[in-house]
């Protein structure tokens, strides 16, 4: 009996798009979707971003790349498997970096951080390791919730965008083809 998947030396993976590249654009696509977004939010909503806003960005964007890479280089095994890694390591940065923004939004008011200055004159003063530190730290900026959809923050949203892609990422790059 004929292997359907096989059809006259026709296999999907060899004349079409591969289930891995399939997923792995998928996820470039859903980061362009949260970067546009927050740019949007940005520049159309006048939402100004906190410094734990910045970061969260950077790691989508870097997550994006990730997925980006993966899809044009379409690997097999254990060439997937390293780009699941990367992708579940940087979504999980992502979702660390988001999850102490929403545990600072969550603080009573008298508990949360007073603000601090901005992440251009940190930029402009600190080494980078210090302005990681004073950054991860928080403000009172990244306390305070301007815009909601069912409830959730932006870095609520943000938190289940990065598990979320961490999941399709690692999951998606580490099955076995069929």
């Not at 026709?10 to 654009?25: E, I, V």
């Not at 923004?101 to 901005?118: I, M, N």
């Not at 928080?138 to 919730?145: D, I, L, P």
Request: hydrophobic share 45%; with cysteine.
């Amino acid at each position: 009996m004929q292997d359907l998947r096989v059809i006259d030396g026709f296999t999907p993976d060899r004349f079409g798009p591969s289930y891995r590249r399939l997923l792995n654009g998928l996820g470039f696509l859903i980061c362009a979707g949260g970067l546009g977004f927050a740019y949007y939010a940005q520049f159309y909503l006048g939402l100004e971003p906190c410094p734990l806003c910045i970061f969260q960005r950077l790691a989508l964007l870097i997550l994006g790349l990730a997925f980006l890479l993966a899809t044009v280089h379409n690997p097999n095994d254990w060439g997937a498997r390293a780009y699941g890694a990367l992708i579940g390591l940087v979504a999980g940065i992502g979702a660390g970096i988001a999850a102490r923004h929403v545990w600072l939004q969550h603080l009573p008011l008298e508990d949360a951080p007073r603000c601090g200055p901005g992440l251009d004159y940190l930029l402009e003063t600190l080494p980078l390791n210090e302005i990681v530190r004073e950054v991860l730290t928080g403000s009172g900026e990244c306390a305070k919730v301007d815009w909601t959809l069912l409830s959730l923050s932006i870095p609520e949203w943000t938190l289940l965008l990065f598990l979320g892609l961490g999941v399709l990422g690692v999951f998606g790059n580490w099955r076995r083809r069929d």
